[in-house]
């Protein structure tokens, strides 16, 4: 693990108690994970192992859930496998209820990977992962190793790049209201800071496709979500060829 990502994830451990609390505030939050996560489960077969990289405190794995349960599948067809580099998230994730078919381990996302047989899983959730990874051409080739032939990848993140209007009402509602918020829920702030920054900085959304199609994805799809974070928060799909 780099020394970037060990800081990071030493940040999301002090984070963690209070995290839940604080994404409930983000108007639509859970709605976007949920149409990311059903967009998943469209792709998925009827009996389906799936990997949901950077899951965190476990919110993506029960959009995971609730969009296999949404679909009509039988609960014991799934095994979701979640892993995250923070300890302190996992043990949130752990806090709560899970059926038998859901794992968590603690792990930086690539590492964990490389140890996955080929072709091995049919869909692959990262939700607000790829941003915070170093080595961002690792993950996707990784991603794509580990896929079998049409299984699919869902990378649900942020993305300003490429929008003055966009990177204008970021910069505002990270100063106005998450900072603040932050510091008034006694979160982590240097995390907060760092969300904006690592926002601010990171890839457009042509250039994550780009990534996904030199790593062998094809029927690229690119969902934009309503509310004041159209523009703001993308899903980009990818079928492994």
């Known amino acids: 693990m780099t020394p970037r990502s060990w800081t990071l994830s030493e940040a999301f451990d002090r984070a963690a108690p209070s995290y839940d609390a604080m994404v409930a505030l983000s108007p639509g939050y859970h709605d976007q994970l949920a149409r990311a996560a059903a967009a998943l489960v ?16 476990g919110a993506s794995t029960q959009a995971i859930l609730a969009a296999w349960e949404g ?59 790829l941003r915070n990874v170093t080595d ?3 993950l ?17 993140d942020y993305s300003v790049a490429g929008s003055r209007s966009a990177r204008i009402l970021w910069a505002g509602i990270c100063h106005g ?6 510091i008034l829920k006694r979160s982590d702030v240097p995390l907060h ?28 799809r690119h969902l934009r979500h309503r509310g ?11 079928v492994r060829r």
């Not at 095994?79 to 603690?106: C, E, N, Y």
């Not at 209201?177 to 932050?182: E, F, G, S």
């Not at 199609?213 to 690229?220: N, P, S």
Request: proline share 4%; with cysteine.
């Open 228 to 238: 004041w974070q159209h523009g703001i928060i993308h899903t980009v799909v990818g």
């Open 193 to 220: 800071r760092y969300l904006y920054t690592s926002v601010r900085d990171f890839d457009s959304v042509p250039e994550v496709m780009t990534r996904l199609t030199r790593a062998g994805f094809g029927q690229l």
């Open 177 to 182: 209201v998450v900072i603040p918020l932050a």
């Open 140 to 156: 996707v080739a990784e991603a794509a190793r580990v896929l079998r032939p049409g299984g699919a990848v869902v990378l649900h």
């Open 42 to 57: 469209e792709r998925l077969p009827e009996q389906a192992t799936v990997l949901d990289l950077g899951c965190g405190s």
């Open 136 to 138: 961002r051409e690792a």
């Open 71 to 129: 679909a009509g599948r039988p609960a014991n067809a799934l095994t979701v496998l979640g892993v995250d580099a923070s300890a302190g998230m996992i043990g949130q994730a752990l806090h709560k209820r899970w059926p038998a078919t859901v794992t968590f381990g603690i792990d930086d996302a690539v590492h964990w990977l490389e140890r996955r047989a080929d072709a091995s899983v049919d869909g692959i959730l990262a939700a607000y992962l």
